[in-house]
């Protein structure tokens, strides 16, 4: 009897496991609809939108992009986790989803169990700037003016609980310094009262700032990411001042949880081929980003520090979502 019941637990495992490549093997057999939890036209959508074309063009079905946008992405998100686990519904996921864990006292979801990590894919950098007319030109500058000067010194943010306000609120807290915090909705007004003078200092990315920065109409102190960029090398970062300090944007694929092992392995071989290839690299290039492939493990692992790392910093500077 004991012989038979192994007998039969294997072969249903088995079955089970074959099922499993079936699927893969056959996957996908109608549209995919990749979710963009923001508007139509910025860096996510448009890291999607090349995404979903690669997919298209290698697995032969469409990848749709369906932008639903509102409440920070968590309706976007929320969506997704509450879909079926079969493939056939992805997103893309971002810092602000790292973020929103501790920003928003009430979610109907968890982000880290409700949405299963299927492919890192762009390091979105940041640089940290100021009017030129700012009389600091340099970090350890900064730190000194700004500590001479306790909250006299305004920064100015894309928006409350965004990934560039809570950059900045992680440099008070890693530096001691008081700064104002401005929020604007998004980055373009916000630049335009730093260019004007109204505002002395913001972190924002590197895409939204490098025209301004090259023709000298804002002055870059260092950039945030762990190592200098291949387009500002010159550039210090500010971890070179203060160890440790990392505060980079990052965008990946995602899907429910639950979604068949063999179906995120294939998407993430495929997303894969797509950050190595040049043409692809190209135009993320062109995006101010820097590819940043990985396996699921790897990126569900970055998921979990970011989360962690971000909920001290809005925990220490007490932010609420607004």
Request: hydrophobic share 45%.
């Amino acid at each position: 009897m004991q012989t038979r019941r192994v007998f039969f637990t294997s072969l249903a495992a088995a079955a089970f496991a074959n099922a499993g490549r079936a699927t893969a093997q056959t996957y996908p057999s109608r549209p995919v609809r990749i979710v963009v939890t923001s508007a139509a036209g910025n860096a996510p959508d448009i890291i999607a939108r090349l995404t979903g074309q690669w997919l298209s063009e290698r697995l032969g079905q469409q990848f749709v992009i369906e932008n639903r946008s509102g409440g920070g992405g968590n309706i976007g998100t929320e969506a997704v986790a509450r879909s079926p686990a079969d493939g056939y519904t992805l997103i893309m996921i971002a810092t602000n989803n790292a973020i929103n864990t501790s920003l928003y006292d009430k979610l109907s979801l968890n982000f880290i169990g409700d949405i299963a990590p299927i492919a890192s894919m762009v390091r979105s950098p940041n640089v940290m700037i100021v009017n030129p007319s700012f009389p600091a030109k340099t970090i350890p500058e900064f730190i000194a003016y700004a500590k001479a000067n306790r909250g006299k010194i305004t920064m100015a943010s894309s928006g409350n609980g965004t990934s560039p306000h809570i950059a900045g609120e992680l440099f008070k807290m890693m530096t001691g310094v008081d700064m104002v915090h401005v929020p604007y909705r998004g980055a373009a007004p916000a630049l335009t009262d730093l260019l004007g003078g109204q505002v002395q200092a913001m972190i924002a990315s590197t895409a939204a700032t490098m025209t301004y920065i090259k023709s000298s109409k804002l002055h870059p102190l260092a950039v945030t990411t762990s190592m200098r960029l291949e387009v500002l090398p010159d550039i210090p970062t500010v971890a070179e001042f203060v160890p440790g300090y990392e505060a980079s944007g990052w965008f990946g694929i995602g899907a429910p949880k639950n979604t068949p092992a063999e179906i995120v392995d294939r998407l993430n071989k495929e997303i894969n081929a797509a950050l190595a290839d040049p043409k692809m690299k190209a135009r993320l290039d062109d995006l101010g980003g820097v590819v940043f492939p990985g396996s699921p493990a790897a990126f569900t692992k970055f998921i979990v520090e970011e989360t962690e790392k971000w909920a001290k910093v809005i925990k220490f500077a007490g932010i609420k979502a607004s």
